[in-house]
């Protein structure tokens, strides 16, 4: 079982930054595939950006360029820079990991960012 935990959502201007950041509990994390996931009111769940437990990352292009997803194996957990935040960036941003051994799915709570225009 893993445990994930979101904080350092909340709200914004445009242009500012938040770093998001999801604290996991259980040993095999730094073998896992992080990401992080957004769902904006009324719209699906997407995938924002994800990490490998060998560091190869993937970011959706409305953030290519101004998010950078980073991990520290040390502290079992991985980070959402987010910078030049824009409205449509407002919405839930969840963590999740995922088990390539295992083929376990943990999903965070979720933590809100709001960008104001």
């Known amino acids: 079982q893993v445990q994930l935990v979101e904080s350092g959502g909340g709200l914004v201007q445009t242009g500012g930054s938040l770093n998001l950041s999801c604290a996991a509990s259980g040993s095999t994390f730094s073998r896992n595939t992080m990401s992080w996931y957004r769902q904006a009111p009324g719209k699906q769940r997407e995938l924002v950006a994800d990490?490998?437990?060998?560091?190869?990352?993937y970011y959706a292009d409305s953030v290519k360029g101004r998010f950078t997803i980073s991990r520290d194996n040390a502290k079992n957990t991985v980070y959402l820079q987010m910078n030049s935040l824009k409205p449509e960036d407002t919405a839930v941003y969840y963590c999740?990991?995922?088990?390539?051994?295992?083929?376990?799915?943990?999903w965070g709570q979720g933590t809100q960012v709001t960008v104001s225009s």
């Open positions: 990490i490998t437990g060998s560091g190869s990352t």
């Open positions: 999740k990991s995922f088990s390539s051994f295992t083929y376990s799915t943990y």
